[in-house]
């Protein structure tokens, strides 16, 4: 890469084209710098006993006082430019501090090559012969614009692309209700538009623009589902300048159109334990009746208080469930579906059975894709469960290309603050999402009790490189964290002195539904990252 570009003035001096007819083979050391590019064919290219391919979409600049040998391959017809020139500073003292093009190390720069660029070079040529002094001129005209089409055609290295192209997702998932268009995400890259719609196929599988209309069509199901909105009111927020047009992608990307969607989504459900939320969110369905706290499940709170007409209360202690289906006898509606886990009772169960359709999770059994697919399987969503498992996945991998670096290699160990005792503490979340899912690697080994006591002693022999910690807020268990922070031993951990100890709330960490795992794929990736943009 050529770095800082507009710190430097340039002069050019001279020109070569350089082709295998009559001859193939070019030595020759010069006193200024050298940029060489293949416009046709390949070739080698020699300098300080060091050898490199010369092809299309490669431009070298090598430093002067050096022996440059540049054999052209013969098979086929070669085409080449040497073009020398001297970089002055436009600050002189800057030389002395910023070496970026003028130390003496030759730069490859991978560039996407375009007619522009050989167009520019083969121009100079033509002027270089002209006898016409004021043409010089214009040949430095040109030359400036080569080395800007250079600049705004080189493709970044692979690392450096992929969160690039990830920013510009995250442009598409902020900015979907604007007149997005390809050029202004191949600008953001710096790329043209044609090698940007290559690189974001190629990569996701999907056209820039596709993604962009399922970035829409999805911020549409929740407006759809909220209600009040016309379809042509409904288009115009997500970027559509019709309903005709919103209404024939949103069939082509779902298989239904807006009106059965809606249609739907309006089934009346209950449910009697505050996960079911993590299962009905991604469907896009909102319930009538269920557990809904300011201070538990707070996310929840948030997004539906005020859209959930029986609010139930939040636990699993058979008093509270007792007083939920209470409450829901009281309120005498029939319901399409009631969903509860597979603590209820016999007795419990024939209650809710006379308010409806009553659906027994085998929450404590099933893992939470297969949850997730029989809840959707009872609300004929099938289809959009199965399209939210691709994005998780989708999700999860983007993360891992994150991580995989040093994090990979470091270990994790989970911390349950509980009154006056410590735990280490593994669930199904945990492990399935963070060991399994992202393959990070767990401190100690992963047991099937939920929470093992564990001492002070055991934390320092087995010294994690992360320490995520879940503290209860009771003032016991706050004043046993507090002693903790200023024990000894705990002062002394890794994890401690790299300051890579991190304080989690107990949702979404501590919720076995898709929602929340979604949740813990972000959050873990920004707490260990600066560059995330999921």
């Known amino acids: 890469m050529i770095d800082n570009m507009a710190q430097f003035l340039y002069q050019f001096l001279d020109i070569e084209v350089l082709t295998n007819v009559p001859k193939r083979h070019y030595q020759k050391k010069h ?32 430093p002067p006082q050096e022996l440059i040998t540049i ?23 800057y030389l002395e501090k910023n070496h970026a093009i003028t130390n003496e190390k030759i730069k490859h720069i991978q560039i996407e090559l375009t007619d522009e660029i050989t167009n520019i070079a083969s121009v100079i040529y033509s002027l270089s012969k002209s006898s016409i002094i004021e043409d010089q001129l214009v040949i430095q005209a040109q030359f400036y614009m080569l080395i800007h089409a250079i600049v705004i055609t080189q493709v970044p290295p692979t690392k450096d692309r992929q969160r ?18 390809i050029k202004d995400l191949a600008e953001m890259m710096h790329i043209s538009p044609k090698y940007y719609m290559e690189l974001f196929r190629k990569r996701y599988g999907v056209s820039a623009m596709q993604y962009l209309s399922e970035i829409r069509i999805e911020a549409s199901k929740s407006l759809l589902v909220n209600g009040g909105k016309t379809l042509k009111e409904i288009a115009n927020e997500i970027g559509y300048k019709d309903e005709f047009y919103f209404s024939r992608r949103f069939k082509e990307i779902i298989g239904i159109p807006p009106s059965l969607f809606m249609k739907r989504r309006k089934k009346k459900i209950a449910i009697l334990d505050s996960s079911f939320f993590g299962f009905l969110f991604p469907l896009h369905f909102i319930p009538s009746a269920a557990p ?29 469930l007792n007083d939920n289906i209470e409450l829901l006898l009281q309120q005498n509606t029939t319901y399409d579906l009631i969903f509860c886990l597979d603590n209820v009772t016999e007795q419990q169960l024939a209650k809710l059975q006379s308010l409806g359709n009553v659906h027994q999770l085998a929450w404590s059994k099933l893992p939470w894709r297969e949850q997730l697919l029989e809840v959707a399987q009872l609300l004929d969503a099938v289809v959009e469960a199965r399209r939210w498992l691709d994005e998780y996945e989708q999700t999860v991998q983007t993360a891992i290309a994150y991580l995989k670096n040093d994090n990979h290699k470091r270990t994790f160990l989970f911390l349950l603050l509980m009154g006056n005792d410590c735990y280490l503490y593994n669930d199904r979340s945990i492990i399935e999402v963070l060991f399994e899912d992202l393959k990070l690697t767990p401190a100690a080994s992963v047991m099937t009790d939920e929470k093992q006591p564990i001492t002070m002693k055991q934390l320092a022999e087995i010294n994690p490189d992360y320490i995520m910690t879940l503290v209860y807020e009771d003032e016991e268990t706050l004043q046993k964290w507090d002693k903790l922070q200023s024990d000894d031993t705990w002062l002394e951990l890794k994890s401690v002195r790299n300051n890579q100890v991190y304080t989690l709330n107990h949702f979404p960490w501590r919720d076995y539904a898709p929602l929340p795992h979604l949740l813990i794929v972000k959050e873990i990736l920004k707490l260990l990252t600066e560059e995330s943009t999921l």
């Open 292 to 320: 809904i706290h300011p201070t538990w499940r707070f996310y929840y709170f948030k997004l539906f208080s005020d859209r959930v007409p029986v609010q139930l209360s939040v636990g699993r202690n058979p008093a509270i």
């Open 31 to 62: 006193n200024s710098h050298c940029l060489i590019f293949i416009a046709k064919g390949t070739g080698i290219l020699t300098i300080k006993e060091h050898t490199y391919r010369l092809q299309k979409n490669q431009i070298f600049i090598c």
């Open 71 to 93: 054999k052209l391959d013969a098979e086929n017809t070669a085409t080449g430019y040497l073009i020398l020139f001297d970089i002055v500073h436009k600050q002189p003292t």
């Open 164 to 181: 690039m192209l990830e920013k510009t997702m995250h442009h598409m998932q902020v900015h979907f209700q604007d007149q997005i268009q």
